[in-house]
């Protein structure tokens, strides 16, 4: 909710707050933005929250702004993430909050068979949402036909992949491509992706969960742009 309202005070249209936090920051902040606020009491809370962790503080907030595929790849980021039938809404706030905190110039959401951004997907990222472009698209196979003709190379997360995440050649623009919790990258999306690479397990389950999974391809994704501009430098 801080996020929101530093970054984006037009997303919310009420504040609500437990009386003690009367004059707290987030009280400061939304009386600075002209969002209105109301002092609940914790029954207020307890069923805003709907048997939920609450801590005094909830808002309404307008219909999220989606942005549109061409308005982020203007942008030219280094780096996009692509969700592949994602549905969990709690996977996707993880991965929404990491891909903040790497600086993904963009996600992609497909619109059918995915989690779509709600109070849970919010809590989750952490007010990552104010902050990272998002766009939900229509037909995956098409978009990411776009963006390779935009110059990126779009390298597939799977499991059972024989390339190393670690062994993946240095390019400077890529899109991350990551599946659904059940079936992971699609078929049909992997043979769309310019190539796959997997994480190496060295215990005896096979694989991560998929914000677990997304988070670490991510940073060695930045890990590998940083060390390319330090040779470029």
Known sequence: M???????????TEVYLLPSLQGTIIDQLAHEANVPVRYESQA???AFAQGGVHQGVA???RAFPYVSLQSILEQEPDILLVLD???DPRNLGALLRTAEGARVGGVILTSARSASL???VEKVATGATAYVPI???ENLARTLSTIREQGYWTVGLVPDASMSLYDLPVSRKIALVVGGEEKGVRQLTRQLCDCLVSIPMRGK????NVSVAGAIALYELVRRGQSQNEVSS
């Open 2 to 12: 801080h996020e929101h309202l530093r970054a984006q005070p037009g997303s919310c």
């Open 205 to 208: 389950i096979a694989s991560l």
């Open 59 to 61: 808002a309404l907030l």
């Open 118 to 120: 709600s109070p849970l």
């Open 135 to 137: 766009c939900r698209i």
């Open 44 to 46: 207020f809370f307890e």
């Open 85 to 87: 039938n994602i549905i």
